[in-house]
């Protein structure tokens, strides 16, 4: 049973996850362990998925995933009929004001919808990847140099699950830089992965890109791939000028991450949220969310 937090009712809540059955076989049983080194964790087998969600066979999905998983189309800008395929609903668009956020300057507000785990005064080469598995910045990224600008910073993780709208956005107004793609594994970034799999952020394909942030100094944002995922596609434009809230960009089919970094004494993540990191449990957010305070 993998339990979230609520802040809005301040309960847990069990999670249904896309797959659960799929998931734990893979990464809890003998067999499937040895498939998934094998085969899953392949770019291969994600990208023959991936293709099937961009034919129109795939469309019959839809319906029962929008059933199953109470997923709420009112917010969305397209009716279920109106998909061209599955990976069509899976990047879909949201309705404008759907996801409202703070105008406040100095309110941080989360980037993507997902499950937040939130920790202050990193250190670089002892990262919390789950509670029993660290990694490190200079091997997420691969650059010392970036790296180093984090020292002692805070670090956010959001775990978007299959069910969750699919795009990541700016957290503040200032401008963007070039995405650096890393090639790597497609193992899932679900909690019954990450406990199995040391290091699995920096196994699994990735992209980094700075922001310079007008309120919050430079960011680094990190967009994690997983099973299934073919694609991160970047949205924006980079050395481009952009607004809190605009699109960064999406990911195709699959779980995945976003995760942010930020200098020393720049942000206070909201005490329910730190909380929460600490008891082990991921607390859940949704886009344009206020999740802390710049620090003056």
């Given at each position: 049973?993998?339990?979230?937090?609520?802040?809005?009712?301040?309960?847990?809540?069990?999670?249904?996850?896309?797959?659960?059955?799929?998931?734990?076989?893979?990464?809890?049983s003998?067999?499937?362990?040895?498939?998934?080194?094998?085969?899953?964790?392949?770019?291969?087998?994600?990208?023959?998925?991936?293709?099937?969600?961009?034919?129109k066979?795939?469309?019959?999905?839809?319906?029962?995933?929008?059933?199953?998983?109470?997923?709420?189309?009112?917010?969305?800008?397209?009716?279920?009929?109106?998909?061209?395929?599955?990976?069509?609903?899976?990047?879909?668009?949201?309705?404008?004001?759907?996801?409202?956020?703070?105008?406040?300057?100095?309110?941080?507000?989360?980037?993507a919808?997902?499950?937040?785990?939130?920790?202050?005064?990193?250190?670089?080469?002892?990262?919390?990847?789950?509670?029993?598995?660290?990694?490190?910045?200079?091997?997420?990224?691969?650059?010392?140099?970036?790296?180093k600008?984090?020292e002692?910073?805070?670090?956010?993780?959001?775990?978007?699950?299959?069910?969750?709208?699919?795009?990541?956005?700016?957290?503040?107004?200032?401008?963007?830089?070039?995405?650096?793609?890393?090639?790597?594994?497609?193992?899932?970034?679900?909690?019954?992965?990450?406990?199995?799999?040391?290091?699995?952020?920096?196994?699994?394909?990735?992209?980094?890109?700075?922001?310079?942030?007008?309120?919050?100094?430079?960011?680094?944002?990190?967009?994690?791939?997983?099973?299934?995922?073919?694609?991160?596609?970047?949205?924006?434009?980079?050395?481009?000028?952009?607004?809190?809230?605009?699109?960064?960009?999406?990911?195709?089919?699959?779980?995945?991450?976003?995760?942010?970094?930020?200098?020393?004494?720049?942000?206070?993540?909201?005490?329910d949220?730190?909380?929460?990191?600490?008891?082990?449990?991921?607390?859940?957010?949704?886009?344009?969310?206020?999740?802390?305070?710049?620090?003056?």
């Amino acid at each position: 049973m993998l339990l979230v937090y609520n802040r809005k009712t301040k309960q847990y809540e069990e999670e249904n996850i896309a797959g659960k059955k799929y998931l734990v076989w893979c990464y809890e049983s003998p067999k499937g362990k040895k498939l998934t080194e094998l085969i899953f964790k392949k770019k291969l087998c994600s990208k023959v998925y991936g293709a099937f969600c961009d034919t129109k066979f795939s469309r019959k999905k839809i319906k029962h995933f929008i059933r199953d998983f109470d997923i709420d189309m009112n917010v969305c800008k397209k009716k279920p009929k109106e998909f061209s395929n599955f990976n069509d609903f899976f990047t879909r668009k949201l309705k404008p004001n759907a996801r409202p956020f703070s105008k406040n300057e100095k309110d941080l507000i989360s980037p993507a919808d997902g499950r937040a785990l939130a920790y202050e005064n990193i250190e670089l080469d002892n990262l919390v990847q789950i509670k029993g598995f660290t990694y490190s910045l200079r091997e997420l990224i691969n650059n010392d140099e970036v790296a180093k600008k984090f020292e002692n910073g805070t670090c956010i993780i959001f775990r978007l699950s299959p069910i969750d709208y699919h795009r990541y956005h700016f957290i503040d107004s200032g401008v963007t830089a070039k995405s650096t793609f890393i090639p790597g594994r497609y193992y899932s970034v679900n909690p019954i992965a990450l406990k199995n799999i040391p290091k699995l952020f920096c196994e699994n394909k990735r992209e980094w890109s700075l922001f310079e942030s007008d309120n919050f100094k430079d960011i680094l944002y990190v967009e994690v791939g997983a099973t299934c995922v073919g694609t991160i596609v970047q949205t924006y434009e980079p050395g481009s000028r952009v607004s809190k809230g605009d699109e960064k960009g999406f990911f195709k089919f699959g779980g995945s991450t976003v995760v942010l970094f930020f200098e020393k004494d720049t942000v206070k993540i909201d005490s329910d949220i730190l909380d929460q990191t600490n008891l082990g449990y991921e607390t859940r957010v949704s886009m344009g969310e206020t999740i802390g305070r710049k620090v003056d």
